[in-house]
């Protein structure tokens, strides 16, 4: 095993010591306590949903492609056996992305706008502030701040700093702001983060390498963004299929996205309900919800989070079984070289997130099951924090909400670079391999089908009552809608 400091998304960690055992080819009932991969979807199958995905293009929170896709959803979840369907919605002023243009003594290729960065266009001087350099009025106002791209181990981390960044150049007066990759431009086409949703009150966009070389500091250049901002709505959908008990697993992913990485958790949880919902009866011991969950582009309408306080409302009533959060599935590794990104010829590291000792078992056993290789079962990313419920509050991506409000948790993750790059199109994924993950998740949900919810639930039950008894939580505070204004 490498170094858990390898994978790419892990802060401190801690991985569980564990036991692993085969799993049971059938359980009570005749019923399957692991996945037939004989009748589950092909590589071949999972490629072609995948492909019909990306199809719809940048799916923008509340944007015509993403209504589109989450009715493709729509239609196929209800045509399953015993599926009901139904949406939660949510207001929202949405952003619609259109070109980023910039002119510095000539045109100079944009590989993109920033997204939510201010519609309109700009001018002034030119100016390089090293990466550290604050961006105030001193410095910046009425002029184009002409930053490098953040030096870190994979592009998601740079996320806070581009945020800072842009909410720093709107207080300061700045005409815009230029992020300029260490990448040449076709590898950066499209580039979408951060993808908090903040409306920015400056104009910003991306440009590679070799643009970025035709630039001129000192000089007079304009900035623009082309896109529009519009009163909108979003809606998550929930699909219900039903078991014996009315006690669930909720299994959760993100419809808004770019390209084939962000967010493929929709094919994988296309392909379980699918499969699951073939089963008879008497083999689901539990209802299944399927949440394709909305605003994870537009984090002020993250319906991952929503949908967890409502689980964290009613998990002491015995509704709640555990939440299960798939995402980035099958991702190759592509690394810096030579001043561009290339593949390794290995899969990305992933993660698979689990909140307690029965959690964390059934993910190294269908790990091991299914021979996946270059993931971890861990615990959290972030540093614990003795006497907080829970000490760990991240799981490295929308897995937090869920494990944070102290539902029972499972999340499985990957944060390549190619991440918000869409230009890398189908070669960031690994069919076969994202089908493997895939299988293991079924696995883990249909093993964990009768398993007690008080043992799988372990350690959440007395931080629960420790969060009641008042210890201090996890922030559960969304971004604002709006960045502030100077």
């Known amino acids: 095993m490498r170094p858990a400091r390898s994978l790419g998304f892990i802060g401190v960690v801690t991985i569980f010591s564990l036991q692993l055992s085969s799993p049971a080819a059938a359980g009570p009932r005749g019923c399957p306590t692991s996945i037939d991969d004989r009748t589950f979807a092909s590589a071949v199958s999972l490629r072609e949903s995948n492909a019909q995905m990306a199809g719809f293009g940048v799916r923008a929170t509340g944007s015509p492609a993403h209504h589109r896709l989450i009715s493709w959803l729509e239609r196929h979840v209800s045509r399953l056996p015993g599926m009901s369907v139904r949406s939660e919605r949510f207001p929202i002023t949405r952003w619609q992305p259109g070109p980023g243009f910039l002119v510095s003594d000539g045109v100079v290729p944009v590989a993109g706008a920033i997204p939510y960065s201010a519609p309109g266009l700009r001018s002034g001087e030119l100016v390089h502030l090293p990466t550290g350099t604050p961006i105030t009025a001193a410095n910046a106002r009425g002029k184009v701040v002409l ?155 993250e319906g991952s989070e929503f949908r967890a306080r409502a689980l964290d409302a009613e998990y002491d009533q015995g509704s709640v079984a555990f939440a299960f959060v798939l995402e980035h599935l099958g991702t190759r590794e592509f690394l810096p070289s030579a001043g561009s990104l290339r593949p390794t010829g290995a899969a990305e590291f992933s993660g698979w997130f689990a909140g307690s000792p029965v959690l964390a078992r059934a993910a190294a056993t269908a790990l091991a099951g299914r021979a996946v290789d270059r993931t971890f079962v861990l615990p959290g990313s972030d540093v614990p924090v003795p006497g907080r419920a829970p000490p760990q509050c991240s799981f490295g991506g929308i897995g937090t909400h869920f494990h944070s409000h102290l539902i029972p948790t499972m999340a499985m993750i990957s944060g390549p670079w190619t991440l918000w790059a869409p230009s890398f199109g189908a070669a960031a994924v690994d069919h076969e391999r994202m089908r493997s993950q895939v299988l293991a998740a079924g696995d883990a949900v249909l093993a964990l089908g009768g398993v007690p919810r008080d043992e799988i639930a372990g350690p959440y039950l007395g931080l629960r009552q420790a969060r009641t008894d008042g210890a201090p939580t996890c922030s559960h505070e969304l971004p604002p809608e709006w960045a502030p204004r100077r």
Not at 192 to 201: A, F, N, V
Request: overall charge neutral.
């Open 147 to 301: 930053r490098d791209f953040p030096a870190v181990d994979r592009g998601y981390f740079a996320e806070p700093l581009l945020d800072r960044d842009m909410v720093d150049a709107g207080v300061a007066g700045a005409a815009g702001v230029v992020i300029a990759f260490p990448f040449p431009h076709e590898q950066v086409r499209g580039y979408w983060d951060p993808h908090l949703g903040t409306h920015y009150r400056v104009p910003g966009v991306f440009v590679g390498s070799d643009a970025a070389l035709k630039l001129q500091v000192g000089h007079r250049t304009t900035i623009g963004v082309l896109a529009g901002r519009f009163p909108g709505s979003t809606r998550s959908l929930i699909a219900t299929l039903p078991g014996l008990s009315s006690e669930r697993i909720v299994i959760d992913t993100n419809t808004d996205g770019v390209g084939w990485v962000q967010e493929n958790g929709t094919v994988a949880l296309l392909a379980l309900a699918d499969h699951l919902a073939r089963l008879p009866l008497r083999c689901r011991p539990r209802t299944i919800e399927f949440v394709f969950a909305t605003g994870h582009l537009h984090r002020p309408a």
